[in-house]
T-cell receptor, first 115, second 115 residues
Framework: KQEVTQIPAALSVPEGENLVLNCSFT??????LQWFRQDPGKGLTSLLL?????REQTSGRLNASLDKSSGRSTLYIAASQPGDSATYLCAASPPPQGGSEKLVFGKGTKLTVNP | DGGITQSPKYLFRKEGQNVTLSCEQNLNHDAMYWYRQDPGQGLRLIYY???????QKGDIAEGYSVSREKKESFPLTVTSAQKNPTAFYLCASSRGGSGPPRPQHFGDGTRLSIL
């Protein structure tokens, strides 16, 4: 059974710092790895999706990498801003069944960027 | 704008009562999902549906029921058999079908509490 772990559970950094969030998964037979952002009391917003055949994806100040052999993904945030404060969740997707994807989520990393 | 609408935002349940959470999407997505999120926890899959009139149990389906009579709608009923229903419930959808993976889109959630 796939298990996804995110370390650390919480992280506090000063504004402008570059930071890395970690995600590990136990079963390397994934279809894709997704990173989401969740603001308090809100739903999830998709940030990046890395297909199993890819090594990384970039969007603006965000860069996500994937190493299936070691069961790890990282989310790199450059030049952090107070608006980046949120909980970041990663989710691993097994090969889809009939077009649906049963994502397995980590518990998230709560990021606070201090002005 | 296309998106997912969940209602109500807050819901209170009395002992022995069934309650239904609404989820509507106008993204023309085939697949829809219901997740439960407890404080400090990742999301856990309750039910998912790949197409109209079809749905499958997720990891924690006991005490819940769903229907998928229309492509746009995937309501979740929390029955009296669910003894610990207090949680944040999130509905999501994805394109489904073949082709490259696409991220799941999420609603803003319904927070259910026990009176």
């Amino acid at each position: 059974k796939q298990e996804v772990t995110q370390i650390p559970a919480a992280l506090s950094v000063p504004e402008g710092e570059n930071l890395v969030l970690n995600c590990s998964f136990t079963d390397s037979a994934i279809y894709n790895l997704q990173w989401f952002r969740q603001d308090p009391g809100k739903g999830l917003t998709s940030l990046l999706l890395i297909q199993s055949s890819q090594r990384e994806q970039t969007s603006g100040r965000l860069n996500a990498s994937l190493d299936k052999s070691s069961g790890r993904s990282t989310l790199y945030i450059a030049a952090s801003q107070p608006g980046d404060s949120a909980t970041y969740l990663c989710a691993a997707s097994p090969p889809p069944q009939g077009g649906s994807e049963k994502l397995v989520f980590g518990k998230g990393t709560k990021l606070t960027v201090n002005p | 704008d296309g998106g997912i609408t969940q209602s109500p935002k807050y819901l209170f349940r009395k002992e022995g009562q069934n309650v239904t959470l609404s989820c509507e999407q106008n993204l023309n997505h085939d697949a829809m999902y219901w997740y439960r999120q407890d404080p400090g926890q990742g999301l856990r899959l309750i039910y998912y549906s790949q197409i109209v009139n079809d749905f499958q149990k997720g990891d924690i389906a006991e005490g819940y029921s769903v229907s998928r009579e229309k492509k746009e709608s995937f309501p979740l009923t929390v029955t009296s058999a669910q003894k610990n229903p207090t949680a944040f419930y999130l509905c999501a959808s994805s394109r489904g079908g073949s082709g490259p993976p696409r991220p799941q889109h999420f609603g803003d959630g319904t927070r259910l509490s026990i009176l």
